[in-house]
C-alpha cells in the first residue's frame, strides 16, 4: 500500500515575516536602483550621441525592475497567476541572458584577432567620415592599418566604403588620404567607393582584386573596429572567403562599452534575417 505523503507545513509567522521584509527591501531597493539608471538613459538618449543602444539597456533594466515591483504589488490580490507570471518570466531572462552572455564570448574571442595568420590582402572596413574629419572609429581604423602595413610591407590594403549622405567623402578616400599622411605608399592601396553595407565592402573588394590581379582570393584580412570581427567574419563566410580578423582597438571605453553591447543584437539581426541582412 502505497504511503501517504506528508501534508505540506504552511510557513510559520516568522517565516513569513522574514519573507515580507526581505521582498519589501528588494522591493525599495529596485525603486532605488532605478533613479540612476534613469539618469544614465537621459545621458545616453539626449545629451551623448551615438549611444542610443546603451539608453536602450537602461529602459530594460528599468522595465524588467518594474515588472518585478508590479508582482510584489499584484502578490497579495493574485497570489497564484503572479508567482506563476514571474517564474515565467524569470526563466525566459535567465534563458536571454545566456544567449546574451554565450555570443558575447563569441564576439569577445574574435575581437582577439588571429595573430599568427599571414594575407596578401587586407580589407579595410570605413566607418562615418564627419565634415572635419574620420570619425573616432575609423580613424582607430586607420592607425591599425597603418601599423599592420608597416609589420607587413607586402600586404595591399583595400579601402572599402562610400559616401553617406551626411558625409564630406566617400570613406574610401578619406582614409587613403590618411593613410598616405601616416607615411604609406600610395601604390600599397586599392579604393573601393561604393560600398554602403560589410556585404558590400567585402563583395565590391573581392571583385576589385579580381579585377586587378585575374583570381579571387580565398584568404583576406578583414580589419575592423575589434567588436565587429565576429559579425564580418560570418559575412567573409558566406562570401566563401577565409578571413583573417585584425582588430583596430577602439580608443574610447564608453564607446567600446556601448559597441560590444549593441553587436549582441547585430549578430542575432543577422543570423535570423540570414542571407536576406545585408549590414
Not at 58 to 68: A, E, K, V
Not at 231 to 237: I, Q, T, Y
Request: aromatic letters at 10%; charged letters at 20%; one cysteine or more.
Amino acid at each position: 500500500m502505497a504511503k501517504k505523503s506528508a501534508p505540506r507545513r504552511k510557513p510559520t509567522i516568522a517565516q513569513r515575516t522574514v519573507a515580507w521584509r526581505s521582498g519589501k527591501t528588494a522591493f525599495i531597493l529596485r525603486w532605488l536602483a532605478m533613479i540612476p539608471l534613469a539618469v544614465l538613459w537621459f545621458l545616453f538618449k539626449f545629451m551623448l550621441a551615438g549611444y542610443s543602444f546603451s539608453a536602450l539597456v537602461c529602459l530594460c533594466l528599468m522595465g524588467i525592475m518594474l515588472f518585478y515591483n508590479g508582482c510584489y504589488l499584484a502578490r497579495k490580490r493574485y497570489p497564484k497567476t503572479t508567482r506563476v507570471v514571474k517564474r515565467v518570466f524569470t526563466i525566459l531572462l535567465c534563458l536571454g541572458l545566456l544567449v546574451v552572455g554565450v555570443t558575447e564570448c563569441l564576439i569577445i574571442h574574435a575581437s582577439l584577432g588571429d595573430k599568427d595568420e599571414t594575407c596578401e590582402y587586407m580589407l579595410v572596413l570605413g566607418a562615418k567620415v564627419r565634415p572635419d574629419g574620420p570619425s573616432v572609429s575609423l580613424m582607430d581604423r586607420i592607425r591599425a592599418a597603418a601599423e599592420y602595413m608597416e609589420d607587413h610591407p607586402d600586404v595591399i590594403a583595400i579601402v572599402s566604403g562610400g559616401k553617406g549622405t551626411d558625409e564630406p567623402m566617400t570613406e574610401a578616400q578619406c582614409m587613403y588620404e590618411e593613410l598616405i599622411k601616416l607615411g604609406i605608399d600610395p601604390g600599397r592601396i586599392w579604393m573601393e567607393d561604393q560600398a554602403t553595407s560589410t556585404w558590400e565592402n567585402l563583395h565590391f573588394a573581392l571583385n576589385l582584386i579580381e579585377e586587378k590581379t585575374g583570381g579571387r582570393p580565398t584568404k583576406i584580412g578583414l580589419l575592423s573596429s575589434e567588436y565587429h570581427l565576429f559579425r564580418a567574419k560570418l559575412f567573409a563566410d558566406a562570401c566563401g572567403v577565409e578571413a583573417v580578423g585584425i582588430p583596430a582597438r577602439t580608443s574610447r571605453l564608453p564607446q567600446m562599452i556601448n559597441h560590444f553591447m549593441r553587436e549582441v543584437a547585430g549578430v542575432w539581426h543577422y543570423i535570423l534575417l540570414g542571407g536576406n541582412y545585408h549590414d
